[in-house]
């Protein structure tokens, strides 16, 4: 009986290799004989799963994202009842990469970047990774915001009843940008892991805490 592939886990085997050697190389000194020969399959057999260089790399983005993503939702699911404040500044230390065990996963990301400058088909991908991980952003500030003990509507808080609303998908792009910046800084020695911590935290403290004297709607008013 011929013997059944399965080409998921093949097409994961191919990507970790891939991943492996553009943290070595770069996406451009990635070969299809090298992947092979690292996942320890023919080169036919990663031809079969991926007909060029660029659809291994694109599923190799692909990869990577998901893998971060479900890093993220699995730490939000298994903390203890964490406010919402301190959910985001979780899923945001895992988007920055900032853990040593994902040192080498924060380089190939970026390396990644790098290379989707110039290939509009690893951009598109990254784009849309870029989207979902905004998107979960978005919705932790709005649970936050509509709620959260470390909210600004918190009932204590001093801002709840005249502070205009915050912007969820606004905000969640300059976190998401800020957590992205910070992986890049800490991989060159600019920051340590701690540092770019202690900034995630200052920025969204600073979420609830700076002066937003607007009252709702009075932009829409004045605009």
């Keep these: 009986m011929p013997k059944q592939v399965d080409y998921e886990d093949r097409r994961r085997r191919i990507a970790e290799a891939v991943c492996v050697l553009a943290d070595a190389h770069g996406p451009e000194g990635v070969t299809m004989r090298d992947v092979a020969a690292h996942a320890e399959v023919s080169l036919g057999a990663v031809q079969r799963c991926f007909h060029t260089k660029e659809e ?50 924060a380089r190939v ?67 998401l940008a800020l957590a992205d910046g910070l992986t890049s800084h800490v991989l060159i020695g600019h920051l340590t892991a701690e540092e770019a911590e202690g900034t995630l935290r200052a920025h969204v403290v600073r979420l609830w805490e700076r002066p937003r004297t607007d009252r709702p709607g009075q932009a829409a008013r004045t605009g």
């Design 56 to 105: 291994m790399l694109v599923f190799a983005v692909d990869h990577v994202g998901e893998r971060v993503t479900a890093r993220m939702r699995a730490r939000l699911s298994d903390s203890p009842g964490p406010s919402p404040g301190i959910a985001l500044e979780h899923a945001a230390t895992e988007i920055a990469l900032l853990d040593g065990a994902h040192r080498a996963e």
């Design 109 to 175: 990301w970026l390396a990644f970047v790098a290379q989707a400058a110039v290939s509009e088909s690893l951009a598109a991908r990254i784009r849309i990774s870029y989207e979902a991980l905004q998107g979960l952003l978005a919705r932790l500030i709005t649970e936050a915001a509509e709620g959260g003990p470390d909210g600004p509507d918190a009932p204590d808080s001093p801002e709840s009843s005249s502070a205009a609303p915050l912007d969820p998908q606004r905000e969640a792009r300059t976190l």
